[in-house]
């Protein structure tokens, strides 16, 4: 009996030192990656604080610049171009007239030949002298690392002398915000409660309004942030309203935030529908577009279903349209 004690004794021993060990093991591990983790953030939050001063001073010339221009163009490490403000003036032909494509209140914005032969769209943000100027350097940064085949793209910008200009990607025949609202912002909205010298200032609103939660903390984009984003673009087509417009009333100035309660209740499908469409549409119809914009943009990646799966639930949408013209 008392052999049997000392040997349940020693076994009972050796699981407290077993189970100690591992714990301890566990721990290590759990305090290792936690500092991993922490050093990985550290950094990524260090260069997303990169000033475009520090991006310049790393900067290398771009072949295939006009001679006898005051600068050549410089490239950032992200890939994204410094314009002088005389390179983009000779692109445009002085911000000629007969070059612009479409005004918006924040600005102009023209049709562009770079030196390389290259088309862009040349957008005004704002002149010297004239407030903003932290609005354009949080849209630069915004859209600097935000790089994705299925946005416009940012080529480069210019804040030489005061100006605050972006360089895009020229597209023919106009983006859906040109089709939507014609005098657009592309991006940017009005705050009408904020005034600095009779100018009303703008924030980088819009274009974030775009973004999905998790891309704008980590400006990392995946095939789910991708879908956050067209499921705005759904919330747009039926309602008719920007992403981001801060001169509506309370509550309804983020247009995701505003319309997912509504259209999560198929009775206030109609409430949000877009006033442009006088009624000319199938409520059925309106009702599956909102609960498949419901489901892309949910605040939790994992919730979103694949983008695949969201063409195949709008497919159907398409063929009763076609099916409809017939009779």
């Known amino acids: 009996m008392e052999g049997e004690y000392r ?10 030192v077993v189970v100690a060990v591992l714990a301890l093991v566990s721990l290590t591990l759990a305090f290792s990656y936690y500092c991993y983790i922490s050093n990985k953030v550290a950094k990524h939050l260090d260069s997303l604080s990169k000033s475009p001063k520090e991006e310049r001073e790393k900067a290398a010339p771009l072949s295939g610049s006009r001679s006898g221009e005051e600068a050549p163009v410089v490239v950032s490490e992200r890939g994204v171009q410094v314009f002088t403000y005389k390179q983009l003036h000779s692109a445009t032909a002085g911000f000629g007239k007969g070059n612009v494509v479409s005004h918006g209140s924040s600005g102009a914005v023209y049709r562009g030949v770079l030196a390389d032969g290259r088309e862009v ?42 100006h605050r200009i972006l360089v895009y990607e020229f597209v023919a025949n106009g983006g859906l915000q040109e089709h939507l609202y014609p005098r657009g912002d592309f991006g940017l909205a009005k705050l009408g ?48 309203r920007v992403p981001v417009d801060m001169t509506r009333p309370p509550g309804e100035g983020v247009l995701v935030s505003w319309a997912l309660p509504l259209i999560s209740d198929r009775e206030k499908i109609v409430q949000i529908m877009d006033p442009a469409l006088e009624g000319q549409y199938s409520v059925k119809d309106a009702v599956q577009v909102a609960a498949i914009a419901a489901m892309c943009v949910q605040a939790e990646a994992d919730y979103r279903p694949l983008m695949a799966d969201v063409v195949h639930s709008l497919l159907p949408l398409l063929r009763n349209r076609s099916s409809a013209k017939h009779f």
């Open 121 to 162: 769209a040349v957008k005004i943000m704002g002149r010297p002298g004239m407030p903003g100027e932290e609005e354009f350097k949080l849209e630069v940064e915004l859209l600097t690392h935000l790089r994705s085949p299925y946005l416009l793209m940012l080529i480069g910008h210019c804040s030489d002398g005061g």
């Open 7 to 16: 040997r349940d004794q020693s076994i009972a021993l050796l699981i407290i």
């Open 193 to 240: 409660s904020e005034i600095a010298g009779g100018h009303a200032s703008t924030r980088v609103l819009g274009t974030q309004g775009y973004v999905a939660p998790e891309c704008a903390l980590t400006g990392n984009l995946t095939t789910k942030s991708d879908v956050y984003s067209y499921g705005v673009v759904l919330l747009e087509l039926l309602t008719g």
